[in-house]
């Protein structure tokens, strides 16, 4: 046999054993459930801590009234300025408290100082649990939802919940959408299967058949927003306060805004999307007092 063959004889063996290795040696596992969990808290943790900020329309429901507002993020909390109300252009009045509400902020550093620690507190709630998240729950993995995994949870019997947002999210089961690309929270949709007791109940609860709904979507590689929230829970607390807890908020219209932007400079930006509206308002009026004319 000559170099030539010897040689082909040896890459053929080595094709053969490369090729039939992987059916004889155990297969590396893949992520759990649970990992799948830990990996997308931990990334949607990564991008909070980047601060990436942004514009969008926001669209409310509450007190079987249907409200959307411009909302730009800033690095102080968010500032909304008014469009509309049930699909129609907001009254003199309702106009008004809305621009009230923009000159107290502008002109009261007290006003700015409250919508701050609003929005320090509720990042810390938010930071705290998706920390605690995949301990929180048992999941199960029901197989894959397109580019999605989609993943089944019940309360975890082993986990002691401290605070009361973590009382309440242990009473949730519901499914989770893992987007597998970047490894990050698509949707998570919960019910109260139990009802959430503070202080053994003496403190208040939280009603059974609770929901919670929300949807994450791709802004941008490594970047997402949140374009439904929606809650509905009913309870007790604190012995005579009720709980209401009905939220029902979409966004879409995503824009990026400067990473530096603050009350100030979204007010600025407010103030002259108003002035170019009603500067539009004003010529269409007039066209249609011209119109008239003839």
């Excluded at 709630?125 to 993943?151: I, M, S, T, W």
Aim: proline share 5%.
């Amino acid at each position: 046999m000559t170099m030539l063959h010897t040689l082909r004889a040896n890459y053929t063996l080595l094709a053969l054993v490369a090729f039939c290795v992987p059916s004889v040696l155990p297969r590396l596992s893949a992520q759990t459930p649970k990992e799948l969990m830990m990996a997308a808290c931990d990334n949607e943790i990564r991008q909070r801590k980047q601060n990436a900020l942004w514009a969008s329309q926001v669209e409310r429901r509450t007190a079987e009234h249907v409200y959307r507002e411009e909302e730009i993020d800033t690095v102080d909390g968010p500032v909304r300025r008014l469009l509309s109300v049930d699909g129609h252009e907001p009254s003199p009045s309702e106009r008004k408290q809305d621009s009230d509400r923009l000159r107290d902020l502008r002109e009261n550093p007290k006003a700015r100082l409250t919508l701050k620690k609003n929005r320090e507190a509720q990042e810390k709630k938010v930071n705290d649990l998706l920390r605690v998240l995949p301990a929180v729950f048992l999941f199960e993995d029901q197989g894959k939802q397109g580019g999605l995994e989609r993943l089944a949870f019940h309360p975890n019997p082993a986990y002691k919940p401290v605070t009361y947002e973590e009382m309440a999210l242990h009473a949730l089961s519901g499914v989770v959408l893992v987007d597998l690309g970047e490894k990050r929270l698509a949707r998570f949709s919960g019910t109260l299967t139990q009802q959430a007791n503070f202080g053994h109940g003496l403190l208040g609860h939280i009603d059974k058949g609770g929901t919670i709904e929300i949807n994450r979507v791709r802004l941008s590689p490594g970047l997402w927003g949140t374009s439904l929230f929606r809650t509905d829970f009913d309870g007790r607390f604190a012995i005579f306060k009720n709980i209401g807890k009905h939220l029902d908020e979409t966004r879409n219209d995503f824009e990026p805004v400067p990473p530096d932007t603050d009350i100030q400079r979204a007010l600025e930006q407010i103030a002259h999307k108003s002035a170019i509206f009603s500067q539009k308002t004003g010529d269409i009026e007039q066209s249609h007092e011209s119109e008239k004319a003839f």
